[in-house]
């Protein structure tokens, strides 16, 4: 028997018993953060390689979800920052090896880029739109003439916003269960697949959503094999991870993971989707959601499970 | 200059004189602490091994909180101290997170504090709070690079570990077994 208290009590809000020092904010951020990226990635993509006609959702719709998924999640965020007069101070420096200092930078370039994107279409899809002033209206011409420029500025910016969400956690080295070099990948990866989950649910186009439908399947099965990757990892790693992996394999967050994540999340839209390119019916709205209600899940499980794992005591 | 601590868990009692002071030298707010004392049992009796350990901030030299700071705020000083400038922090809780002691925590006022080495005395005092009131004098503090000093002496003649050092942050606070 081996037990550890504290002689001296200690019961620190948000560090004792269990530290929780990030809540509800962080996962949410995570998972529209991840979402805005995927957005991004294939809008800048399709746009780059001249296909902004034929792709009409992911170029042009798409992006609306992306400046409201930043603002909240970044609301989120700030909400969740504790001295919160002082988050103008992410600007005053950069520092390379915080990953959250990248983080701040890239959404100072991506967000605006992403509202520029918008508004670049608001002429197209509002043929009467006024920008009232002639110096905006020539800006404004001349970024929509520009738009394959923000495209390639946004393509690695979004790649860098996708992974980040990841690193953020795996470069705590203090949590077993984040700790792990394939978490960034692994969310990238998740936020492209919801990204792509979305549009093929406001995609109005039959050809457009057929090829989402099998971009977000090969994105699902990715996602699979990351996944199993990352379980063989902790398995073979030092026992502080096997524990860490024993919350999701055995613990207190199996249920939510194999139900709500992997099932649900993965394995059933996946079947869903098969289904439907091999010419069954499906109400495409079903495994859209479901892919992307199992990544926020995901998210959740993450955080609050990552807290838990630890070295000590 | 580096500074560090060697502790004697065959002298500590486990009083908790140590945290006492250190919450009336650093006003520490009331309920939070930046040391404590742990109590490990290992075995059953009789076969039974009782340790105390007065615990605080490693200030390690691969210091994970020093690394995430996003604005730079948590900063290592002279002698290797690992400090947290109240205004230049955001409060969003990565070196919490960050750290394998558990050893930060956010302050009322919103700032994330921690131990300091009771930097703020240096000037004049090579101690700190909690090793000048230990009334066992397990707490050694001062200058590992000086082969002289007390601390790097009892080093070079006891057994000693530190904690967790599997999470490779090189911990510099070491306890003497």
């Known amino acids: 028997m081996k037990e550890v208290l504290f002689a001296s009590g200690r019961n620190i809000p948000n560090v004792d018993p269990q530290l929780h020092a990030w809540h509800w904010p962080i996962p949410v951020y995570l998972f529209l953060g991840g979402l805005a990226a995927g957005l991004l990635f294939f809008a800048s993509y399709y746009t780059i390689i001249g296909k902004e006609k034929e792709m009409p959702a992911v170029t042009k719709w798409a992006p609306f979800f992306v400046p409201i998924a930043l603002v909240v999640g970044l609301g989120a965020l700030f909400y969740d920052l504790t001295n919160k007069l002082f988050f103008w101070r992410l600007y005053t420096t950069i520092r390379i090896e915080s990953p959250m200092s990248w983080g701040a930078w890239a959404l100072m370039i991506i967000t605006p880029l992403s509202f520029l994107w918008i508004a670049s279409y608001f002429k197209e899809i509002f043929p009467n739109w006024s920008w009232k002033f002639d110096f905006l209206e020539k800006i404004m011409d001349w ?3 520009n738009r394959k420029v923000m495209a390639w500025i946004l393509l690695p910016m979004s790649i860098i916003l996708g992974i980040y ?18 978490l960034g990948p692994l969310f990238l990866v998740s936020g492209l697949s919801t990204a792509a989950a979305l549009i093929t649910w406001i995609s109005k186009d039959a050809h457009e959503r057929h090829l989402f439908t099998k971009i977000d399947l090969v994105l699902i099965a990715t996602e699979l094999f990351i996944l199993t990757h990352m379980f063989m990892g902790f398995q073979a790693g030092p026992s502080v991870q096997q524990e860490a992996a024993f919350l999701l394999n055995g613990g207190e967050f199996t249920v939510v993971f194999w139900v709500f994540v992997v099932i649900l999340g993965l394995v059933f839209p996946a079947i869903l989707e098969i289904s439907e390119l091999i010419g069954y019916k499906v109400p495409v709205a079903v495994p859209a959601m479901l892919v992307i209600i199992g990544g926020l899940v995901f998210r959740f499980v993450m955080v609050e499970a990552g807290q838990i794992t630890r070295y000590l005591y | 200059m580096r500074y560090g601590m060697a502790i004697d868990t065959l002298k500590c009692v486990g009083c908790g004189d140590c945290v006492v002071a250190c919450q009336t030298e650093n006003n520490v707010p009331f309920g939070y602490c930046r040391d404590w004392i742990t109590e490990t049992i290992d075995g059953t009796y ?121 999470a490779g942050t090189k911990p510099q606070i070491f306890y003497l077994i």
Not at chain 1, 165 to 182: C, D, K, Q, Y
Not at chain 2, 79 to 87: H, L, M, S
Not at chain 2, 92 to 112: F, K, M, N
């Open chain 2, 46 to 166: 009789p076969q039974v091994e009782l340790e105390f350990r007065s615990e605080r901030c490693n200030h390690c030299e691969n210091s994970p909180c020093v690394r995430c700071c996003p604005t730079g705020a948590s900063h290592i000083v002279e002698g290797g101290i690992v400090v947290v400038t109240a205004d230049k922090c955001i409060g969003c809780s990565a070196c919490i997170e960050s750290c394998p002691y558990d050893a930060r925590y956010t302050h009322p006022l919103g700032h994330v504090d921690k131990c300091t080495f009771c930097h703020h005395v240096r000037d004049y005092k090579q101690t700190t709070a909690c090793s000048a009131v230990c009334p066992t004098s397990c707490i050694y503090f001062g200058d590992l690079d000086n082969p002289k000093s007390e601390v790097s002496m009892i080093l070079k003649n006891r057994k000693f570990k530190d904690l967790a050092p599997e």
């Open chain 1, 165 to 182: 969400t990841g690193i953020l956690l795996s470069a705590f080295n203090a949590r077993p269960l984040w700790n792990n070099s394939i």
């Open chain 1, 143 to 145: 970024v929509t003439e």
